[in-house]
């Protein structure tokens, strides 16, 4: 098994539900390279360079997770390259409910007939942190609501300078 895996995402904010996932692959993998997207065709809120110091903050201020295993990254390019460039034959991936499963499965099958070394490992967020997404966390906070329940004090401060 590579020692290496790659978790891409947009993180736009990062959540529990995507904090579990990097948990879980720390008792797999001996480092983790959290890749964060800056595709042209999504409307972020946070751009690239402020959603890597969200997710810096999140993991190694707030929570306190070792440096030395996780990376964090910007990526523009397929993530099979990124594979390819950081020696990784695995990409991981967050399910929160069936609704995920179609595109991951498809997401899945193209990576894999882009490069037929690299798998796609699913993990699943703990149950309490299964329905959250970033957009969701992102509405709450526009319109007042508590979100402590779904990220970290550093990401909320994030947020709510951002909508003040």
């Known amino acids: 098994m590579s020692k290496i895996a790659i978790y891409p995402g947009t993180f736009d904010p990062?959540?529990?539900g995507h904090i579990d996932v990097i948990k879980k692959s720390l008792q797999l993998f001996e480092k983790i390279i959290v890749a964060v997207s800056d595709g042209e065709n999504k409307n972020y809120l946070f751009d690239v360079n402020?959603?890597?110091?969200?997710?810096k903050k999140a993991l190694f201020l707030d929570l306190k997770l070792n440096k030395k295993k996780i990376m964090v990254i910007p990526f523009t390019?397929?993530?099979?390259?990124?594979c390819k460039?950081?020696?990784s034959n695995i990409i991981l991936r967050g399910l929160r409910a069936v609704s995920d499963f179609e595109y991951e499965f498809q997401?899945?099958?193209m990576n894999r007939k882009l490069n037929n070394k690299i798998e796609t490992l699913f993990l699943m967020s703990d149950v309490e942190n299964q329905i959250i997404s970033s957009k969701f966390v992102k509405e709450i906070i526009?319109?007042?609501g508590d979100i402590?329940?779904?990220t970290t004090k550093s990401t909320i401060k994030s947020l709510k300078q951002k909508y003040e």
């Open 14 to 16: 990062i959540t529990f």
């Open 50 to 55: 402020e959603r890597i110091e969200i997710v």
């Open 77 to 82: 390019s397929l993530t099979t390259d990124l």
């Open 85 to 87: 460039r950081y020696k």
């Open 107 to 109: 997401l899945a099958g």
């Open 142 to 144: 526009k319109l007042g």
């Open 148 to 150: 402590k329940k779904f």
